[in-house]
């Protein structure tokens, strides 16, 4: 008996291509690129806001590690906690609605988590920061990616069950 390998699957799979795969692959393309709008739009507005409430000092620029130093004596402890909070608000938003605009699993939700991390990681070059905050934040978004996720899927399941009840 021979073994199959995950590649033999796969290229099983690309050469059975038919036009039910286009509509799968592009609804998981479209449900992780609009997951992944919503939640950097909502980080975005969360971290306005953030910019709002605790402004940088005039004249510091995060350019010279001197002038980083510096800021980082001055910023205020409440912005190391709400950064996170920041990231799994976004991360949970952006995962569940990945998930109930693809209504096919999970999965969308957390490739729109790996790629959120990626971009709290970008952003957060930009930011006071240390490296407490770079290690918690793909923690922090791989669980409120799997949440969101799951709870996407709850509510797209409790609809089919209420559609079906209804016929």
């Not at 920041?86 to 949970?92: F, H, I, K, N, R």
């Not at 770079?134 to 609809?159: D, E, H, N, R, S």
Request: hydrophobic share 55%; aromatic share 14%.
């Amino acid at each position: 008996m021979a073994k199959s390998s995950f590649t033999d699957h796969f290229q099983d799979w690309l050469s059975e291509w038919d036009d039910t795969k286009t509509r799968q692959v592009l609804v998981v393309v479209l449900a992780v690129l609009s997951g992944l709008l919503i939640g950097m739009l909502v980080y975005t507005i969360a971290k306005y806001v953030l910019d709002q409430m605790f402004p940088f000092p005039p004249g510091i620029y995060m350019v010279d590690a001197e002038q980083k130093a510096e800021l980082m004596k001055t910023v205020a402890s409440q912005v190391f906690i709400i950064i996170p909070l920041t990231w799994v608000v976004g991360t949970l938003v952006g995962g569940y609605f990945s998930v109930v605009m693809g209504k096919i699993g999970q999965f969308p939700a957390w490739i729109a988590g790996i790629l959120l991390t990626a971009y709290f990681w970008i952003d957060l070059l930009h930011l006071p920061n240390n490296m407490t905050l770079f290690l918690l934040c793909p923690v922090l978004t791989g669980i409120c990616a799997f949440a969101g996720g799951w709870l996407g899927m709850y509510m797209v399941a409790q609809k089919s069950v209420k559609a079906q009840a209804q016929v």
